[in-house]
């Protein structure tokens, strides 16, 4: 098997997570890739199972050693990024990296790696329902609710960019949709 990566992205609130999990446990040949980040764990959260939780020297050192596919600082002073040394240890065991990252980060690795991604971004049907989804989560204040509406705008700019959007307004169809795409990637 080639060196293949699956990238899904979309803005917090989309159901990109769901639609990844459910992925993950019905198509045994993808394996999570594991990002970096400079953002602190949080309760639950494992080291080396949800992310690798490093210090900003840390990353620093990584960027300037040129270990990630790619990288980007996402909020203020918060870096997230893929390094390559986690999509190798997937390919290693066989498997396809499913990599779930911003906008930018996406397009980074497909310019990277090319013609061996999938890139699928999942758009809400309108931002409005995006705003209700977030303010129902209960975990946004105002300011961070309108910080992340903003964000997404911004990456609804670039889902142009990607192979392939599947709107998400109802989380089982968009799934289905996902899956015979990541499907049809994988030659199944």
Known sequence: MSNKIIIITAPSGAGKTTIVKKLLSELPQLSFSISATTRTARENEVHGRDYYFLSLDDFHQKIDDNAFAEYEMVYAGKYYGTL?????????????????????????????????????FI?????????????????????????????ARYELSFSHEFDEIVVNDDLETAYTAVKKLVTGFLGQ
């Open 123 to 151: 758009a809400p049907p309108t931002l409005d329902t995006l705003r209700v989804r977030l303010s129902e989560r209960g975990t946004e204040t105002q300011a961070s609710l309108e910080e992340r509406l903003g964000k």
């Open 84 to 120: 390559k040394t986690e999509l190798q240890r997937i390919w290693d065991k066989e498997k396809v990296p499913m990599v779930d990252i911003d906008v930018k980060g996406a397009l980074s690795i497909k310019e990277k790696y090319h013609t061996g991604v999938l890139t699928i």
